[in-house]
T-cell receptor
Framework: AQSVTQPDIHITVSEGASLELRCNYS??????LFWYVQSPGQGLQLLLK??????LVQGIKGFEAEFKRSQSSFNLRKPSVHWSDAAEYFC???????????FGDGTTLTVKP | EAQVTQNPRYLITVTGKKLTVTCSQN?????MSWYRQDPGLGLRQIYY???????DKGDVPEGYKVSRKEKRNFPLILESPSPNQTSLYFC??????????????FGDGTRLSIL
């Protein structure tokens, strides 16, 4: 069975500091991996995706993520956080070819001025 | 504008009173899915559909039904709602490109309260 773990429930960083949100996955084949962001009262917006190829993927809003098969990880990074990045972030596996889609429990990001 | 539209956005109802949450997408996507979001539990998949007339259970299907009679619509039906179905619900859709399900587009959510 596929699963996604986001070890950090809540992270606080200062504006301008770097950010790394952790994601570990379990899946039997090459996973389709995604990071989504949810602002309060909103739906989810895609930040970036990994299907295959280059293991460092670039997304919107200056975010990037690195796929590490040996560590079963897909961590999200940003070199300099802005106050508008405060939101909840979700890592997800799938939908797979069978249709299943699994999300992590989410990490809430707070940005200090 | 490409979008996934859910209705209603908010609903307060009582135990046992059948309700339907509609979901419609205008992007001709093959794949559609329903999720519920509860604090600390992320999004959990309720049902999904790979195409018209093809539906399957997700991780938390108990107490829910779906149908996919047209490509654009994927309603979620609670035939006898109970308080433990109080939650925030999201509908999502995605195209299938090269045999792979692409990133999902999400609706704005439906907040259901079952008293």
């Amino acid at each position: 069975a596929q699963s996604v773990t986001q070890p950090d429930i809540h992270i606080t960083v200062s504006e301008g500091a770097s950010l790394e949100l952790r994601c570990n996955y379990s899946y039997g084949a090459t996973p389709y991996l995604f990071w989504y962001v949810q602002s309060p009262g909103q739906g989810l917006q895609l930040l970036l995706k990994y299907f295959s190829g280059d293991t460092l993927v670039q997304g919107i809003k200056g975010f990037e993520a690195e796929f590490k098969r040996s560590q079963s990880s897909f961590n999200l990074r940003k070199p300099s956080v802005h106050w508008s990045d405060a939101a909840e972030y979700f890592c997800a596996v799938g939908p797979t070819n069978a249709g299943k889609s699994t999300f992590g429990d989410g990490t809430t990001l707070t940005v200090k001025p | 504008e490409a979008q996934v539209t859910q209705n209603p956005r908010y609903l307060i109802t009582v135990t046992g009173k059948k309700l339907t949450v509609t979901c419609s997408q205008n992007m001709n996507h093959e794949y559609m899915s329903w999720y519920r979001q509860d604090p600390g539990l992320g999004l959990r998949q309720i049902y999904y559909s790979m195409n018209v007339e093809v539906t399957d259970k997700g991780d938390v299907p108990e107490g829910y039904k779906v149908s996919r009679k047209e490509k654009r619509n994927f309603p979620l039906i609670l035939e006898s709602p109970s308080p433990n179905q109080t939650s925030l619900y999201f509908c999502a859709s995605s195209p299938r490109g090269q045999g792979v399900n692409q990133p999902q587009h999400f609706g704005d959510g439906t907040r259901l309260s079952i008293l």
